[in-house]
């Protein structure tokens, strides 16, 4: 069945870019949308955006000015970028799959926390 | 403040019957879009347990089930079980963005 794994520096410096991939088995990157999520500790989730397996992405309009997705079909990956963080982009950050015809997420990621530290 | 209001805590019995509600607006719930439902057991990736309302996906219990109505929408988890302790979120759409109630958690006693 597909499964998503998270991966990328668990620590960045504030003002700098939290850059996180997600890599896809089981399935194809070339039937779905992926969304990212995060959660801050102790708080609840956060939809961050999607992309389509065309490119088309759809943004979080509170992050909208900070967030670009990527996807690299060849590699069965899909990439979040997040610039200039605060201490506030604290967070596990999951990768999932959009449910097909929903705007649900029926498959996730394990997570992975990212800590915005000096 | 999350958009879709959630009751911060509910505890209920084994063997009992538990409701969430999940309270929105207009602009989200009111307005058509659909609600998911989701759990989340201590230390795990949050996993999928109604879309669209009320469809439960392939492997989890009718034990659980959800329904919506104007505004609002409710998760009842029916003959509950001590696996069942957990955060309950509900999730839906507004104004471009896919959002999620403050999440609801669940002790059984």
């Known amino acids: 069945q597909v499964q998503l794994q998270e991966s990328g520096p668990r620590l960045v410096k504030p003002s700098e870019t939290l850059s996180l991939t997600c890599t896809v088995s089981?399935?194809?990157?070339?039937?779905?949308?992926w969304s990212w999520i995060r959660q801050p500790p102790e708080k609840g989730l956060e939809w961050i955006g999607y992309?389509?397996?065309?490119?088309?992405?759809n943004y979080n309009p509170s992050l909208k000015s900070r967030v670009t997705m990527s996807l690299d079909t060849s590699k069965n990956q899909f990439s979040l970028k997040l610039s200039s963080v605060t201490a506030a982009d604290t967070a596990v950050y999951y990768c999932?799959?959009?449910?097909?015809?929903?705007?649900?997420?029926?498959?996730w990621g394990q997570g992975t926390m990212v800590t915005v530290s000096s | 403040q999350s958009v879709l209001t959630q009751p911060p805590s509910v505890s209920g019995a084994p063997g009992q019957r538990v409701t969430i509600s999940c309270t929105g607006s207009s602009s989200n719930i009111g307005a058509g879009h659909d609600v998911h439902w989701y759990q989340q057991l201590p230390g795990t990736a949050p996993k999928l347990l109604i879309y669209g309302n009320t469809n439960r996906p392939s492997g989890v219990p009718d034990r659980f089930s959800a329904s919506k109505s104007g505004t609002s929408a409710s998760l009842v988890i029916s003959g509950l079980q001590a696996e069942d302790e957990a955060d309950y979120y509900c999730?839906?759409?507004?104004?471009?963005?896919?959002?999620f109630g403050g999440g609801t958690k669940l002790t059984v006693l």
């Open positions: 992309i389509y397996y065309t490119g088309t992405t």
């Open positions: 999932a799959r959009d449910t097909r015809g929903y705007n649900s997420f029926d498959i």
């Open positions: 089981g399935g194809s990157i070339s039937s779905s949308s």
């Open positions: 999730q839906s759409y507004d104004s471009g963005s896919r959002i």
